[in-house]
């Protein structure tokens, strides 16, 4: 314990001795694992933003979407181009299939909205009531789409907070009327913000009754007369119960659609579930790429280390000879430089961590960034401050084995 | 206390060798102050080189303490010098960085652990118990010399080597580092060999050992 109190204070000594040059090694070092910390920090801060946006639509949500296949391995192919999901499919799914609190079918299409002079494109979605509920919706102002609103065709909306700003600045929207391609529809709600996620937002659209949608001539039948719709929305009572789910709405509609046994499905489901895994994998792929990156500052860091240590042994050859002389063994001028190593690069680790620390809390409170909440977790420290001593000793041993093996007599006689 | 047997040294140098000590027989006793001296290129510092367990002989044996030391491997080697044997040089060679006081601990680090009121001691001893705190560099030649005899002997050792330690002094200061020299040697039972060229210097000790050529040519008693 004494012994190594005494090489760290020899090490505080060599690197007091040279100011200027100990605090550029330092920097080296610092910039490093500054870099580590704070990109880390914003990518987990990035992760979590992403995921609770997705969360926010209701991790409970199931999402059934016609025509297309994802691949498990996650290659995308298409199976036709015909829309197979039918309002019926919805009421099927609704009545048969257990623990389902809500099935809302949809359909959607991009139109102009048109407000006295202010004018947008925006998605106009087709909705039942049970939309609210599978999308865990809320109304900041009026009401949302009713049975009866649905059950009429009223020529009613309810606009996404942004359409709600672009379309009427100051002027509060109920019961204004939008223009909307050939038709003219009522805002009879707004809907609260939920900010932008990648499952699209509703804080762009403008929703619908689904009966009214399908009064235009873009919406096509089957040739049996039923109405096809874009998705249905899911929502199960327990989410433990969601993969059931998964299967029993899948068998369903094959035997609807009268997929034979071996095909693949016409259709798609998707749970958030399933896209949270997903997400949060990439993204801390994503991170520790980042994480990677930086990594390669704090090599260039620990090779300053070991560029000053060798500069520093050719410098001290005297000293070493001097040490040498009263008896200090090759361990223990090995010792003293790594120990010299290792603490000039934890001193930069220390301050590195700090750095990092207030930039990503700088970055989180001016939102350069958006806003993001960095999240600077213990084990991105800790890594952070063993990979500057691991540098240290790493790049200090090459600098230490040349100064532990110099013969005495010829280091005592370097001028 | 020290024996040397037939020692040889020979460096390589180009493509032949340089033969710098050719079969050197000597015996010292146990408190004895013996001096080397010899021209330039004589094998003196090699001599005492050897001696200090700084460096291995060619050939021959070289019995420190009844003990044969020319084939210790380095590490050994450094354990005999901590704890047996202590250094005084021609140019100090005190840490320029360290305190007066620091430096003479120095003298103890690889000897067991430094022990500050021994340290002070023997900074008291050679008189320098008011400078403990300055620097080398704000220190005279003298002084200097002073510290270092003082790390020398702050471990106790029972072999002293002084290469040239009156070498960069001029020689009034050169006559007070022999008298703190013979001093501490009278009141301690260690031994001392020393290298000078200095006729002066030379006759504080007990006995001349004359080297020319690697060999030795002559010794006198005083």
Redesign the interface.
């Known amino acids: 314990m004494k012994r190594w109190l005494e090489q760290l204070f020899t090490a505080w000594e060599g690197a007091r001795t040279h100011k200027l040059r100990s605090s550029l090694t330092i920097l080296g070092i610092v910039i490093g694992v500054a870099a580590v910390i704070s990109l880390m920090s914003i990518g987990r801060g990035t992760v979590a933003q992403i995921l609770s946006n997705i969360e926010s639509l209701g991790s409970n949500l199931i999402t059934v979407t016609p025509g297309m296949s994802f691949e498990r391995g996650g290659v995308m192919r298409p199976i036709g181009s015909t829309t197979t999901l039918t309002l019926e499919d919805a009421q099927a799914i609704a009545e048969q299939v257990p623990y389902v609190t809500a099935v809302a079918p949809y359909s959607s299409s991009s139109q102009q909205l048109i407000f006295e002079i202010n004018n947008m494109n925006a998605q106009v979605i087709g909705v039942t009531p049970a939309y609210q509920e599978a999308y865990n919706l809320e109304t900041s102002e009026g009401a949302f789409i009713s049975e009866y609103n649905y059950q009429s065709g009223a020529k009613v909306a309810v606009i996404g907070a942004n359409v709600e700003e672009e379309l009427f600045s100051g002027v509060s929207p109920i019961g204004q009327q939008i223009r909307m391609g050939s038709r003219i529809v009522t805002v009879m709600g707004v809907l609260e913000s939920k900010g932008t996620s990648m499952m699209g937002s509703t804080d762009d659209a403008i929703l619908i009754p689904l009966s009214t949608l399908q009064q235009t001539v873009s919406q096509q039948r089957t040739s049996t007369g039923e109405y096809l719709i874009s998705s249905i929305a899911i929502a199960v009572s327990d989410q433990g119960q969601a993969d059931y789910v998964v299967s029993e709405v899948t068998d369903l509609l094959r035997s609807r659609h009268r997929v034979a046994s071996g095909e693949d499905d016409d259709f798609s489901i998707r749970s958030v579930e399933e896209l949270v895994s997903a997400v949060s994998e990439t993204t801390e792929t994503m991170t520790l790429f980042l994480g990677a990156i930086a990594g390669i500052a704090l090599l260039v860091g620990g090779i300053g280390v070991m560029n000053i240590m060798l500069v520093s042994v050719v410098e001290r050859t005297r000293e070493i000879g001097i040490r040498k002389a009263l008896g200090a063994r090759e361990c223990d001028i090995w010792g003293q430089f790594l120990a010299e190593s290792a603490f000039l690069s934890f001193s930069g680790g220390i301050i590195g961590l700090g750095v990092g620390w207030g930039l990503s809390k700088l970055i989180s409170a001016t939102e350069i960034m958006g806003s993001i909440t960095t999240v600077v977790s213990s084990d991105i420290v800790i890594l952070a401050l063993a990979v500057s001593v691991g540098i240290g000793v790493l790049f200090g041993f090459l600098p230490a084995r040349r100064a532990a093996r110099l013969n005495p007599i010829e280091a005592l006689r370097y001028e | 206390m020290i024996r040397l047997q037939g020692i040889t040294k020979v460096y390589p140098m180009g493509k032949g060798e340089l033969e710098v000590l050719r079969g050197v027989n000597l015996h010292i006793k146990q408190g004895e102050m013996v001096v080397i001296m010899g021209p330039s290129g004589s094998g003196k510092t090699t001599m005492l ?1 050897l001696i ?1 367990c ?2 291995i002989p060619s050939s021959g044996s070289y019995y420190l303490e009844d003990r044969e030391v020319s084939h210790l491997s ?2 050994e080697l ?6 047996r ?1 202590g ?1 005084i ?1 021609q140019t100090y ?3 320029p ?2 305190s007066a006081l620091a430096n003479v601990e ?2 103890m ?3 067991g ?2 022990d500050p009121e021994r340290a002070v001691a023997a900074l008291d001893r050679v008189g320098l118990y008011d400078r403990a705190n300055h620097k080398p560099s704000e220190l005279s030649g003298g002084e200097q010399q002073r510290v270092a005899i003082a ?1 020398a002997l702050v471990k106790d050792p029972p072999l002293i080597l002084a290469d040239e330690p009156t070498g960069n002094l001029d020689s009034h200061t050169g006559e007070e580092i022999m008298s703190i020299l013979t001093q501490l040697h009278s009141e301690q039972s260690n031994t001392l060999v020393m290298i000078t060229h200095e006729a002066d210097i030379a006759h504080h000790c007990q006995r001349i050992v004359h080297l020319k050529d690697g060999q030795i040519i002559g010794e006198e008693e005083l």
């Open positions: 080189n200090g700084l460096d380095s590490g450094a354990q005999v010098r901590a704890n044997i250094f040089f060679n005190l840490l960085q360290l120095l003298g680090r690889y000897a652990g430094i790390r």
